[in-house]
T-cell receptor
Framework: GAGVSQSPSNKVTEKGKDVELRCDPI?????LYWYRQSLGQGLEFLIYFQGNSAPDKSGLPSDRFSAERTGGSVSTLTIQRTQQEDSAVYLC???????????????FGEGSWLTVV | DQQVKQNSPSLSVQEGRISILNCDYT??????FLWYKKYPAEGPTFLISISSIKDKNEDGRFTVFLNKSAKHLSLHIVPSQPGDSAVYFC???????????FGQGTTLQVKP
């Protein structure tokens, strides 16, 4: 596709259930980012994948959160045993590369809106 | 520890006047600074950026100013238009980590 694609666009889940959020980056982009925006909050960095390097997981808020990127393309963010405070919009972004290209090549998807009830 | 701060959660401006959005950062090693704009129910879109070697970058109605000694970034929109009403995020990019770090955002409302 032309842009970053995320699915599902909306998800309502019961507390304690697991959820998976998917991101299809722009073709050829080696860098992929996950961010989260809670109501009234800014964009919170979660995890960053760059090529075949080990991902930067420093932003994951707890061990209930994990992410993987298969084949250097599609990424899945998994939240286990969801809690109400996990309710947020989860944004995926991709770029041609990380280092040296500046941040203006980073393109965002439209987000996956997660509501935990 | 918040590395990027936008201390004003909201700003209201009359159409035609100047909007000034501010951003402060803590790490002098950041080398690229950006502004993103976000409408409700949409992902952020890139607006304008500036490298650490410059102090001003202009693109149409949008100008970004960088004061490295004060670790301060600002976005000026002039003249402001109702379509500019959105949430504006400043962000810093670290070439060392490849990570983009965002501020909390400022909601701009431009009144007709």
């Amino acid at each position: 596709g032309a842009g970053v694609s995320q699915s599902p666009s909306n998800k309502v889940t019961e507390k304690g259930k697991d959820v998976e959020l998917r991101c299809d980056p722009i073709s050829g982009h080696t860098a992929l980012y996950w961010y989260r925006q809670s109501l009234g909050q800014g964009l919170e960095f979660l995890i960053y994948f760059q090529g075949n390097s080990a991902p930067d997981k420093s932003g994951l808020p707890s061990d209930r959160f994990s992410a993987e990127r298969t084949g250097g393309s599609v990424s899945t963010l998994t939240i286990q045993r969801t809690q109400q405070e996990d309710s947020a919009v989860y944004l995926c972004a991709s770029s041609l590369g990380g280092q040296g290209l500046g941040g203006n090549t980073i393109y965002f998807g439209e987000g996956s809106w997660l509501t935990v009830v | 520890d918040q590395q990027v701060k936008q201390n004003s959660p909201s700003l209201s401006v009359q159409e035609g006047r100047i909007s000034i959005l501010n951003c402060d950062y803590t790490n002098s090693m950041f080398d690229y600074f950006l502004w993103y704009k976000k409408y409700p129910a949409e992902g952020p879109t890139f607006l304008i950026s500036i490298s650490s070697i410059k102090d001003k970058n202009e693109d149409g109605r949008f100008t970004v100013f960088l004061n490295k000694s004060a670790k301060h970034l600002s976005l000026h929109i002039v003249p402001s238009q109702p379509g500019d009403s959105a949430v504006y995020f400043c962000a810093v990019f670290s070439g060392n980590t490849g990570k983009l770090i965002f501020g909390q955002g400022t909601t701009l409302q431009v009144k007709p």
